[in-house]
């Protein structure tokens, strides 16, 4: 019961970004804010690098796979946001930059090494919060994992 709604969760939070992540590429640039950020320079860059680490890291915690088989989030993940960039430039009147290609693939890659790390911090919270199944007035000390 507990996966299932963690999954569920991931799903729906993924759909989301990936919501928001189409509307700030594909949006006419008019319609996007503008803020005290802008005086940052190629800040929109940090937007995309941003974009696609909250991407791949959510599909990494979705889908949870090992090894080798985490380039099989990140393919399509690049994939998808080269076709955003095409996309961009073909039918939204905004400019593809391949710029903003490689932060969205750096975004990507840096996801496959975050999410693992947070992976193992979410194992370890929902552990630590499973009760104890029939001494429910015994202490564990996790500390030394004996019982207090």
């Not at 503008?34 to 941003?50: C, E, M, N, R």
């Not at 969205?104 to 104890?132: D, H, K, S, W």
Request: charged share 20%.
């Amino acid at each position: 019961m507990r996966n299932n709604r963690y999954k569920f969760v991931l799903t729906f939070l993924w759909a989301l970004w990936t919501a928001g992540v189409l509307y700030g590429s594909l949006a006419p640039g008019d319609d996007l804010p503008t803020g005290w950020f802008a005086w940052i320079p190629h800040f929109d860059k940090l937007v995309h690098f941003g974009f696609y680490v909250g991407e791949a890291v959510l599909l990494m915690l979705l889908f949870e796979p090992r090894a080798w088989r985490r380039w099989g989030v990140w393919v399509p993940v690049v994939a998808a946001s080269a076709l955003i960039e095409y996309l961009q430039g073909a039918y939204f009147g905004r400019s593809n930059d391949p710029w903003d290609l490689l932060a969205n693939a750096l975004g990507a890659t840096c996801g496959l090494f975050v999410a693992p790390c947070l992976q193992r911090r979410i194992t370890r919270y929902r552990e630590n919060r499973r009760p104890m199944s029939d001494a429910s007035s015994v202490l564990l000390d996790r500390k030394n994992d004996r019982l207090v």
